[in-house]
């Protein structure tokens, strides 16, 4: 229980760094070495998703008690932990009628393989939070994609992807606190509209 105690003497990051880490390495050392914030146009989804998931918590609370066996919910949980060294606020917290929980987060974004792939690490992360929190097993998770008419993707958790996730964490912690510049995303299309095109050599 004492990993969850968040004194701010641990340096943490949050679940949506660990996004922008993988959508490419170098947002890390732009933000976090060199301290040079994203364009605010950049955190527009964010916003746009907290509000649109104000309006549909009760839309969707029967849909997901039927379809997941959900019984109970906590929304907006903030979650932190030494141990993982991550901290955030997860959407829902779902309580399952096998005994489980299981993390529901909304994203304003339309369905991809690409976006799931790197969701996916994301929900690992609110799962090992939650697991960690509430001392109940966590097995899956739900990702809402508002942007594709609410489309909810089931994340069922395997080995390989809590070992992806806990690494995503290490290299972001080893190029913040060795400073080292990181390589290129390996996805070369997103160069063209990046805020940092102009000093990212
Ligand atoms: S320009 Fe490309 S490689 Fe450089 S930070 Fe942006 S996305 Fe990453």
Known sequence: MNNLLDDESVP???PSEVIEHLYCPRFTYFMNCLQIPQHEEQR????KGRELHTGREDRNRSYLRKRFGCIKKEISV???SRKLRVRGIVDEVLFLDDGTLAPLDYKY???SEKTFITLK???VLYGLLIEEKYEKPV??????YIRSNNKIKEVLYTEKDINNANRAVDEIFK???KGFFPNKTKWKAQCFDCCYRNICS
Do not use: P
């Open 175 to 177: 190029i913040i606190q």
């Open 139 to 144: 097995n899956r998770g739900y990702i809402c």
């Open 121 to 123: 690490i994301q929900s």
């Open 78 to 80: 903030y979650l932190a």
């Open 44 to 47: 527009f989804k964010v916003i």
């Open 109 to 111: 974004a339309e369905y």
């Open 12 to 14: 943490m990051i949050t």
